[in-house]
């Protein structure tokens, strides 16, 4: 009898000592996940080309004569947003800014979006999420000939994967969003690719 007692004395002071080493904090695996997420993100997007899709052949130009040329290039900017989470579906909120600029001249685009998030389970800390938004971007668009400021639709699906750092900061290791962005000449394909961090609370 007092060599079972021993044995379960020692099993509890393991137990208490793993307990310790590993805070259940830190392994909420089991857990309801936190209701509310904050991202910020460091983000590229393609430009949106202004100029219409039809090909215009031009011999001898005219000084001062337009060429056609564009800024066109990956712009760089950043992604704030907000996410709204029950188990493993969000609702988003997501706002951005990118810009642009070369020797023809600089553009801008802000998309402001709104859509869902489905996530997957966490296995070792890593999780991973589809996404699909809608909303509107701010676009400008400024060189020698072309100068204008407009509101244009944009529409998105991707996908992205997360580490878990600890139990409220979360690290985005990436996520992809291929958009369909309104375009002067009719819908354009362009892409997007963030990287950076999220608080859940």
């Not at 389970?121 to 060189?143: I, K, M, N, P, Q």
């Amino acid at each position: 009898m007092k060599r079972l007692l021993l044995i379960v004395c020692s099993v509890a002071c393991c137990a208490g000592v793993s307990n310790a080493q590993y805070p259940t904090a830190y392994w909420p695996d089991t857990d309801e996940p936190p209701l509310f997420e904050v991202y910020a993100l460091a983000s590229g997007m393609g430009t949106v080309d202004p100029t219409p899709t039809s090909t215009v052949i031009i011999h001898n130009p005219v000084p001062g004569q337009d060429l056609g040329f564009r800024p066109s290039g990956f712009a760089s900017g950043a992604r704030v947003g907000l996410v709204w989470r029950h188990q493993n579906i969000g609702l988003i909120a997501d706002l951005g800014f990118h810009k642009y600029a070369d020797h023809t001249g600089s553009t801008s685009l802000a998309p402001l979006m709104l859509g869902l998030r489905m996530y997957s389970d966490e296995r070792f800390r890593t999780s991973v999420f589809g996404e699909g938004l809608a909303g509107a971007y701010h676009w400008t668009e400024r060189s020698p000939t072309v100068n204008f400021t407009t509101v244009k639709g944009i529409v998105s699906v991707g996908g992205g994967m997360d580490i878990r750092l600890t139990r409220s900061v979360v690290f985005r290791v990436g996520e992809i969003q291929l958009m369909i962005a309104g375009a002067r000449a009719g819908p354009a394909l362009t892409v997007n690719a963030s990287s950076g961090f999220a608080v859940r609370f």
